[in-house]
């Protein structure tokens, strides 16, 4: 096969900042998805339906002209968010999910839960309106092992809340274990995950082996091989649950190339043609729409988009550039180590 045709994609999971960096990075996702869900770890957080009012009025007036692209908001969840606040998000089409960061798991999460049990009237509400929780899934108790922080989320967070409020509809975001594949499959409704596509590239080793990589650190932290093909497994299968969330991340190089370098990955710029490139590898290229274009509106009950476009493959690999300029500083696009063919053509 060396063309093929799939309703335009969405990302169901995306940082695109604020000011400089958001006019740097936001033509990147606008070329080729429709819409996705921004993330509201800004500083300070996107908290409030107001905050989310404002930000989404920033976002648009950043989108390159020509371009289309609709930005579905979500809410920062603290201990101190108002339910009737939530509702009134919802009900306004403005707020599309809520995002639980356990305060300390990733980048600006200090303002995150603490103990869900302060959360619980909103997300009490949300079970009652079915409004999504987005989950940000690792424990951040210093005892656990970094790679294992996913894991004993599922068993002592994740399991306990969904069995207190089994109505509650909660995206499990960025999965990045077996374990994480294993627990949504073997669950029954109201439980979905969206995969990266970095994770369905690199395991720990493209961090650590041969030096260390700040490019390739990111959070939730790559995994084993094990999983990473667990991951592919679930991507490429065309099962319901699982969809896209790129997790692109934009941070400026220098944030990266220190000596407590951030996490974050950025991936908008090249996220279809490595997509297509591992679903390529899967024998599963039919199944790409399914993971980039339909399941994921089907989960937040959207329609998927109408318009289409088509992927060529072509003889020549592709030239992305190493890093985009923004005017918040040079970001470095991942390099999946691999030649890119794929070309989203329009
Ligand atoms: N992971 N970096 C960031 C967020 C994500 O956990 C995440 O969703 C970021 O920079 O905002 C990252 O590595
Ligand atoms: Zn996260
Ligand atoms: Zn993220």
Known sequence: MTELTIRRPDDWHLHLRDGAMLAGVIGDTARHFARAIIMPNLVPPVVTTEDAKAYRARILAAIPAGDRFEPLMTLYLTEHTEPDDVEAGKA????????????????NSHGGVRNLDNAMPVLERMAKIGLPLCVHGEVTTPEVDIFDREAVFIETVLDPLRKRLPELKVTMEHVTT????????????????????????INRNAILVGGIRPHYYCLPVAKREEHRLALREAATSGDRRFFLGTDSAPHADPLKECACGCAGIYTSINTMSCLAHVFEDEGALDRLEAFTSLNGPAWYGLAPNEERVTLVRRDDPLSFPHK???????????????????????
């Open 178 to 201: 077996k374990d994480g594949i294993d627990y949504i499959r073997s669950s029954g409704r109201n439980l979905a995950g969206s995969i990266t596509t970095h994770h369905l590239i």
């Open 92 to 107: 306004s089409g403005l707020i599309t999910a809520v995002k639980l960061y356990p305060a300390g798991a990733t980048t």
């Open 324 to 346: 985009i300029d923004t005017g918040a500083g040079p970001v470095t696009v991942f390099d999946p180590m691999f030649k890119l063919h794929w070309d989203v053509a329009g």
